[in-house]
């Protein structure tokens, strides 16, 4: 590793250790937080190894038109940003990043806002933006040798971490909830030749699991963890810069489940921050399932001094986490920027989903829960009608299929969920379904559908 340009920084103790040095559960030996990676080197204002910031931006734009793969890539395209690899030749790409950034015109006319886009990391390789992080932290563990890797996961990481694993021909080992997960992901990992364990335990447990394993036998932990997962998974902030001409949207809103994706795009923007690339921070929000609040919790009760890990229920199940991980690094990244943190209810989410899928992107569940929190934060006169909004969406529709299904059906919900057929999140929910009708096969059958007048 090019220990010279990057070393572990204890968020907790401030502890600072060498990369190599970390512990297999990437937890400080003195006081048990989380590390982030840090680059002495750009703390010297005049230091030798200090970016060039007009240089950069230039630099960074020109890569797109290069047919390196490295270049290609959404993540390596702005290497200076994470030098840590020893060779780029170590990295492992599969051309990840450089994902859409869409304008949400019938969103954001109901909301009153002129301004509001979708990040879309759904349109990652394996259609999730685990794959911005992976491609850091696999290369780092073949750079370091490793012959297994190893994750515990709600699905998209655990689908992330095969493919690259088998792109850089490494063992990957996969523990996963039982039946929690969404079928789409669990196809991937199987695809992508991981070793995969369903367990009897939430994803809570599979990573309490694994923190074991790891002790036990040579296998690197890709979960996030990894502080180099946070590395890939920043740049998705230097990318929404970029497309804003580096000046930055007002708002980004993000979903809420281990708190890795939105610790790491708040230390993208503070780096580009402190380096003098942009002039402010965006306000950055994070929105969580109401059944799987902690952080809502933490926020209200102690004002993120502490955490209370809660039972977690949600059928977002990307995010159907009670024990978020890097909870305590999104506390700082919420309070360094002012955003907020909010919960969403299940039908919220189904019709945030039902939205989206309207605009012709369509997203996972744990996705839609960024446009439904934005409502209540419009509600809230928290955003503004001349805010611009980016809403960062984590995962591609079809991952979770059977949801959309479901929802069109009219049986993903309890009456319980929506307040009974008669309330006013049953009628928008109603106006939202798009189900799938039998019908003869004639033409006037197929007319008769078009304008509604089926059977
Ligand atoms: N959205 C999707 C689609 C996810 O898969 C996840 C997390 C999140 C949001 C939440 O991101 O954990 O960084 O706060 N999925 C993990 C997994 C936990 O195992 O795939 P986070």
Same mark, same amino acid.
């Given at each position: 590793m090019n220990e010279n340009l990057h070393r572990l920084r204890c968020f907790g103790c401030g502890a600072r250790i060498a990369g190599a040095d970390a512990q297999p559960d990437f937890r400080c030996a003195q006081c048990g937080e989380l590390f982030e990676v840090e680059y002495p080197g750009w703390s010297e204002r005049h230091g030798h190894d200090r970016p060039n910031p007009g240089a950069l931006k230039w630099l960074w734009r020109d890569r797109r038109a290069s047919l390196e793969p490295a270049d290609q890539s959404g993540v390596w395209r702005f290497r200076e940003l994470l030098p840590i690899l020893d060779s780029l030749d170590n990295a492992i790409t +599969?051309?990840?990043?450089?994902?859409p950034l869409y304008h949400l015109p019938r969103a954001a006319k109901a909301l009153g806002i002129s301004q509001l886009f979708a990040k879309h990391q759904g349109m990652n390789p394996t259609g999730s933006f685990k794959d911005t992080g992976m491609t850091a932290a696999i290369s780092v563990a073949r750079e370091r040798g490793f012959e297994w890797v190893a994750c515990a996961s709600t699905g998209n990481t655990s689908a992330s971490m095969a493919a690259y694993a088998a792109r850089a021909g490494l063992r990957s080992l996969v523990l996963i909830p039982e039946g929690k997960i969404a079928w789409g992901k669990l196809s991937q990992a199987m695809d992508y030749g991981a070793v995969t364990c369903q367990l009897p335990v939430d994803f809570d447990g599979c990573l309490r699991l694994l923190t074991e394993v790891v002790r036990q036998a040579p296998i690197y932990l890709l979960n996030s963890v990894n502080p180099y997962r946070l590395e890939g998974q920043k740049t998705p902030a230097f990318e929404i810069a970029e497309a804003f001409e580096w000046d930055v949207p007002a708002h980004i809103v993000v979903p809420g489940g281990n708190l890795g994706n939105s610790s790491a795009l708040g230390k993208g923007f503070r780096e580009l921050h402190e380096l003098g690339m942009i002039a402010r921070l965006p306000r950055i929000s994070v929105i969580q399932a109401a059944g799987a609040n902690p952080l809502v919790r933490s926020l209200a009760e102690t004002n993120g001094a502490a955490l209370e890990p809660v039972q977690a229920h949600t059928r977002a199940t990307a995010i159907r986490i009670g024990n978020p991980a890097s909870w305590r690094k999104a506390v700082r990244v919420i309070q360094e920027t002012g955003g907020r943190c909010l919960d969403v209810s299940e039908a919220e989410i189904s019709i945030a989903k039902a939205e989206i899928g309207a605009e012709g992107l369509g997203c996972e569940p744990a996705s839609a829960v960024t446009l439904a929190g934005l409502k209540k934060l419009r509600a809230q006169g928290?955003?503004?009608?001349?805010d611009s909004v980016v809403l960062v969406l984590?995962?591609?529709? +079809?991952?979770?299929?059977g949801y959309t299904i479901d929802f069109h059906r009219g049986t993903l919900l309890t009456e319980e969920e929506t307040g009974g057929s008669g309330s006013e999140i049953a009628a928008e929910m109603a106006a939202l379904r798009r189900n799938a009708v039998a019908v003869d096969a004639t033409a006037s059958a197929v007319l008769a559908a078009m304008k509604g007048k089926v059977g």
């Open positions: +599969l051309r990840e990043g450089n994902t928290f955003v503004a009608p001349e984590t995962g591609h529709t +079809l991952k979770d299929a």
